[in-house]
């Protein structure tokens, strides 16, 4: 047990469990996204859905723990690197090199630490606002009283401070993503040039669909006002 303790304190350790850790919440904002989605289906879609997971009672306080800790983990394991090779440049980062292949040195990479300790701010307030926000009690189809959370989100976005400030973490959380998925599989062995290369490429691609969906939410919510005139939006 100590000399695994020690290994996943080492560099090259916390470098593995960031990538294991940034996986893992890279599946939690895939199905974050679909669940956040039923906004636009039936009127009574996104209260069902979380509903459904008020429902699962215990089960969901050590789901959100284990999510809590994941990101945590993942920001000090972050931080922890970035301090790390900081000490070990004392130039400041004011020079960037590589060895052996191009450098992916960019916006996204150099600013990980930065729009990591953003985005977990954000978290905070985003689960002060909806989890513990207040909601008026509705009656489903099925007869059963759920929090009117779709309510809630129509109410927030269309307020242009939390329409645009969630516009622009989330923007941020492009350029994390975009590298972090690039970054954690790499971490975990796929090292050859070509593959490099592919998972990049996917990285982008996941980083983009993902946010434009998260993105698209508030957007949409802010400029229809979240009328069920607006075509997406059914009506109750």
Same mark, same amino acid.
């Given at each position: ?23 893992? #919440?890279? /599946? ?8 956040? #989605? ?14 459904? /997971?008020?429902?699962?009672? %215990?089960? /969901? ?18 931080? $922890? ?12 980062? +004011? +020079? ?5 292949? %191009? ?47 779709? @309510? ?19 923007? /941020? #959380?492009?350029?994390? #993503? $975009? ?18 290369? +592919? ?13 434009? @969906? ?19 939006? $059914?009506?109750?």
């Amino acid at each position: 047990m100590p000399s695994f303790i020690k290994a996943i304190n080492s560099q090259v350790g916390r470098k593995i469990m960031t990538g294991i850790t940034g996986i893992g #919440l890279m /599946l939690f904002l895939i199905g974050h996204i679909v669940g956040n #989605l039923t906004i636009f289906g039936a009127p009574e879609a996104f209260n069902i859905y979380t509903k459904t /997971l008020e429902d699962l009672g %215990p089960l /969901l306080y050590v789901i959100e723990a284990g999510l809590a800790f994941f990101f945590l983990y993942h920001t000090i394991l972050g931080v $922890s690197i970035w301090w790390n090779r900081r000490k070990a440049r004392p130039e400041g980062y +004011k +020079k960037y090199q590589t060895k052996g292949g %191009p450098s992916h040195q960019s916006l996204a990479s150099k600013s990980m630490v930065y729009t990591g300790i953003i985005i977990l701010v954000f978290l905070v307030i985003h689960i002060w606002t909806f989890k513990f926000g207040d909601t008026e009690m509705v009656k489903l189809a099925s007869g059963e009283m759920a929090r009117d959370l779709r @309510a809630l989100v129509i109410e927030k976005f269309t307020d242009p401070l939390y329409a645009f400030g969630y516009t622009f973490v989330l923007s /941020l #959380l492009i350029l994390h #993503l $975009s590298h972090g998925f690039w970054s954690a599989f790499t971490s975990l062995s796929m090292k050859s040039k070509e593959a490099s290369k +592919k998972v990049q490429m996917g990285a982008y691609g996941f980083a983009i669909v993902i946010m434009l @969906a998260f993105i698209f939410i508030p957007l949409y919510i802010y400029f229809t006002g979240g009328s069920c005139d607006a075509a997406l939006i $059914s009506c109750n």
